[in-house]
């Protein structure tokens, strides 16, 4: 009991150290673009901070709140950010792949109340990015809409070598991104 909220003490902080990047962009003197590298690296900061207070053998689940925090944070700066900063899509593209390789480290389904925050974040983040023209979370998305990690009929009977129907192979490749719509082509 005294961890969890130990945790959640934890992510309040988090959100504050966020909020306060935020602000800090909104009210820069700077240019947009030097306030936007700025935010980035500063959000960085923040984040392997945080990450790195966790030891490898720690339970994952605070990391994948962390994750989640993050991304909404992305989100909401995205609206003060300056689109000709390189930063702001690499930080993007890797705070979601790393996310996506901290899920698919799951061996169990991750509790109920935190998939739902965790869906209804990246669903609303990517909403926010994408009217941006930032399509980074497409990936995060395709999962979110799942009810479940490694819920996926199609994902199930792949992995365990059943001989699914081609047909829903393809529609379950086109989905994962374009990646793996390219392997579907070479296929057909």
Request: aromatic share 6%; hydrophobic share 40%.
């Amino acid at each position: 009991m005294a961890e969890e909220e130990g945790n959640a003490t934890e992510f309040v902080a988090l959100r504050h150290k966020f909020q306060d990047l935020i602000s800090e962009l909104k009210r820069s003197s700077e240019s947009t673009l030097d306030a936007s590298n700025s935010f980035c690296q500063d959000f960085c900061q923040v984040l392997m901070h945080h990450g790195c207070q966790r030891g490898p053998d720690e339970d994952p689940l605070p990391l994948l709140e962390m994750y989640t925090v993050a991304i909404m944070c992305c989100a909401e700066a995205s609206l003060f950010l300056s689109p000709e900063c390189e930063h702001v899509t690499d930080v993007l593209e890797k705070l979601s792949w790393s996310c996506l390789n901290l899920l698919l480290s799951f061996s169990e389904q991750i509790p109920g109340a935190l998939w739902k925050e965790f869906q209804s974040s990246v669903k609303m983040a990517h909403g926010i990015l994408q009217a941006h023209g930032n399509s980074q979370l497409h990936t995060l998305l395709t999962l979110a809409e799942e009810n479940g990690l490694w819920s996926n009929a199609t994902l199930c009977s792949l992995l365990s070598s059943d001989i699914p129907n081609v047909e829903k192979v393809h529609e379950f490749l086109s989905r994962e991104g374009p990646e793996l719509s390219i392997w579907k082509k070479l296929q057909d």
